[in-house]
């Protein structure tokens, strides 16, 4: 099930409606996790087998690390863990990349290998929810956290639906807690929490759907080479719709939560105004990148070992980060890009410590930041490294002159769609949608509202599934 589905619409008021009986909290906890699993089975039923299992066995391997006596005991139970969670990701996620990568080894060495195909359906959601029950494992492992109390509120952490499928990514100590105690929306939390799904389908299905996405596939899916205004355009319109699309995500979840009483962190931060590459990862992903350098970076050694060994623990993070995004190279290489970009950075900092940018540098350190996100877009986005050679050569202008792959609309669309986002995110760069809400009038606001529902009707029809279901 999708949000952006009249199905989800039934859905999300029976949930609703059923959360504000006058119910005991603990049968509204199951009514959660019932509608949760219906949530995920509505894609592919016996998937919620894995969530099954990754529930069973976190909860369990917790539970033997709180009883455990000895250290070697307590490894074991949190290799327990990490196994399992690794290896249901890795079998379906990565085990036709290895297969893959193995025979073209073998391949060049001579040896003539013809496997069977690795017909495995990646289960939808899988990288989100096993990051989010090892967290839970490993943050009683390093005893950051305590075990929840019961395995209710640990199973309805897992399978909580709005960050279910594509975060964000939450941790146990943020959501646990909120199950301990009734919780039910205020009447301004529910307006809020509806005014953000609203900004968050608009964001998916009109912006990202319908102007943005046609746009990239005919510049990276085609088989014609684009020149310079065609790659740029086509880059662009990308980097737009990845935003709206992942952005429109987050923001669609955060708001059901709200409305069902509670809390989710923000998962971006206006990220196309970022001024550095530590800045971007700041506003970008935020609870992945928070993941990222917890469970990855500082036990790589972080900055407490010297200038290689950060850089060192820099790279291989974001090589990893990567691929989790998906079982190909160019994820790799989009990952390698960013981890190059921030150990640049790095040094450029401590050599320059003493520097402080006047305002118009600032801006254009700004641009220069987008520009170079723009270029790792292109790995990101295409599907082979001989078509992102071809996009990337035409955005540098070493294609040979063709002609144009893209009508004027939808040129115009693009610069005018993703120029008015990346305005956006400079204006709101050191503000919250909170504060901006909370000094614009009413009428104003709900003119906006409005008009975005509007949007939304007339373009219903043209929506896909989210770009980050597919990790």
Not at 1 to 15: D, H, I, K, Q
Not at 134 to 154: E, G, H, I, W
Not at 327 to 334: D, G, K, L, R
Request: proline content about 4%; some cysteine; aromatic content about 16%.
């Amino acid at each position: 099930m999708v949000f952006n589905s009249l199905t989800f619409v039934v859905f999300f008021a029976c949930v609703l409606a059923l959360h504000s009986l006058p119910l005991p909290w603990t049968t509204k906890k199951i009514n959660l996790l019932i509608a949760s699993y219906l949530f995920y089975a509505a894609w592919n039923p016996p998937f919620v087998i894995l969530l099954w299992i990754s529930t069973v066995v976190d909860w369990y391997a917790a539970q033997g690390l709180v009883k455990a006596r000895r250290q070697s005991a307590r490894h074991a139970w949190m290799l327990l863990s990490v196994v399992a969670n690794l290896g249901m990701l890795g079998y379906f996620k990565y085990g036709q990349f290895l297969l893959d990568n193995f025979t073209a080894l073998v391949g060049a060495l001579g040896i003539a290998y013809q496997p069977a195909h690795y017909d495995i359906v990646l289960p939808v959601g899988i990288s989100f929810y096993t990051f989010a029950t090892m967290s839970y494992t490993l943050d009683v492992y390093l005893r950051r956290a305590a075990p929840a109390q019961n395995l209710l509120d640990y199973a309805l952490f897992v399978t909580f639906f709005p960050h279910l499928v594509a975060g964000p990514i939450m941790r146990p100590t943020e959501l646990v807690p909120q199950f301990a105690q009734p919780r039910r929306a205020s009447g301004a939390q529910l307006r809020f929490g509806l005014a953000l799904m609203t900004l968050g389908l608009f964001n998916k299905i009109v912006l990202a759907d319908s102007f943005l996405s046609g746009v990239a596939e005919r510049v990276y899916d085609g088989d014609r080479i684009p020149g310079t205004l065609d790659a740029w355009a086509g880059t662009l319109a990308f980097s737009g719709q990845i935003f709206c699309d992942f952005a429109g995500y987050s923001t669609t979840a955060i708001g059901a939560a709200l409305c069902l009483g509670f809390a989710m962190p923000d998962n971006f931060r206006f990220p196309y105004a970022a001024v550095g590459f530590s800045d971007f990862w700041r506003r970008w992903h935020i609870t992945l990148s928070s993941w990222l350098r917890d469970y990855l970076y500082i036990p790589l050694g972080g900055n407490r070992h010297g200038a290689r060994r950060t850089y060192a623990a820099l790279m291989g993070t974001m090589l990893l980060g990567g691929l989790w995004h998906g079982a190909n190279w160019t994820f790799v290489a989009w990952g390698g890009l960013h981890g190059i970009y921030l150990a640049v950075e790095r040094m450029l900092r401590a050599r320059f410590s003493n520097y402080r940018p006047g305002p118009a540098v600032f801006v254009l350190l700004g641009l220069l930041t987008y520009t170079l996100v723009n270029l790792t877009w292109v790995f990101f986005r295409a599907k082979t490294f001989s078509r992102a050679w071809v996009v990337l050569r035409g955005m540098l202008g070493l294609n040979a002159s063709t002609r144009p792959i893209l009508p004027t609309f939808s040129l115009i669309a693009v610069v005018s769609i993703v120029g008015a986002l990346v305005l956006t995110h400079w204006l709101m760069r050191a503000r919250t949608l909170e504060s901006v809400v909370a000094r614009t009038p009413a009428v104003a606001l709900g003119g906006v509202w409005a008009l975005m529902v509007f949007a939304i009707i007339i373009a219903q029809g043209a929506g896909s599934a989210f770009i980050y279901f597919q990790f």
